[in-house]
Each structure stands twice: as structure tokens, then as C-alpha cells.
């Protein structure tokens, strides 16, 4: 099995800055790869009973080389249930969660 990463930014009113430093890391590492589709962040907001929202990213299997750079931590594949494509590939969401159906 692959390994995900995931990066809590914390409040989501302060991670504006770090969410555009990790997206310059990845076009920066990832702009001449081929294999696009298997390559894309994806972020969600949450609160786990807090009152304020966290906002976590989390990194692909392909996009080990970015985690690592931004100190992400190993985790096991996110639900795909809240979660946003922050950079990445449209396809990626068939190829990584193929389980999920998607609508148009």
C-alpha cells in the first residue's frame, strides 16, 4: 500500500500563506512528470467538535517528495467525504479514490 501525508495548518484564517508556499512546491517539483494523474493535494476543513475549523492537507503517494519538504507525516488514505482538490489533476480523483462515484 501507498503511504499518504497529511499537514495540519491549523485555523484556517492563518493558512492562506502556507496553502500557497505548498502548491508552489508541488508545480515547482511536478511540472515536467508525466504521470499527472496520480499526482494532486487535496484539502478539507475540520472541526473534530471544536469550535473553530482546522484546515489539513493531504498529499498523494506521488507527491511524497513535497510532503516530506513541508515536514507532512505519514497517514493512511483520507475519506473522500469534505475533501477538495487543492492542486492537481481533475483525473486524479478516479485514479485515487476509485471507489467514489463521481457526477458531472
Known amino acids: 500500500m501507498k503511504c499518504w501525508f497529511t499537514m495540519n495548518l491549523g485555523d484556517a484564517m492563518l493558512a492562506e500563506?502556507?496553502?500557497?508556499?505548498?502548491?508552489?512546491l508541488f508545480l515547482t517539483a511536478?511540472?515536467?512528470n508525466d504521470n499527472r494523474r496520480e499526482l494532486a493535494?487535496?484539502?478539507r476543513h475540520e472541526s473534530e467538535g471544536r469550535l473553530h475549523c482546522e484546515v489539513k492537507v493531504y498529499?498523494?503517494?506521488?507527491?511524497a517528495i513535497v510532503?516530506?519538504?513541508v515536514n507532512?507525516?505519514?497517514c493512511i488514505k483520507p475519506s473522500s467525504?469534505?475533501?477538495g482538490l487543492l492542486v492537481g489533476s481533475e483525473n486524479s480523483w478516479s485514479v485515487l479514490?476509485?471507489?467514489k462515484t463521481f457526477s458531472k
Open 30 to 32: 511536478y511540472k515536467t
Open 41 to 43: 493535494l487535496f484539502i
Open 97 to 99: 479514490f476509485p471507489e
Open 17 to 24: 500563506e502556507p496553502l500557497e508556499h505548498i502548491k508552489e
Open 72 to 74: 507532512a507525516v505519514p
Open 59 to 63: 498529499f498523494s503517494p506521488a507527491t
Open 67 to 69: 510532503a516530506k519538504t
Open 81 to 83: 467525504n469534505g475533501l
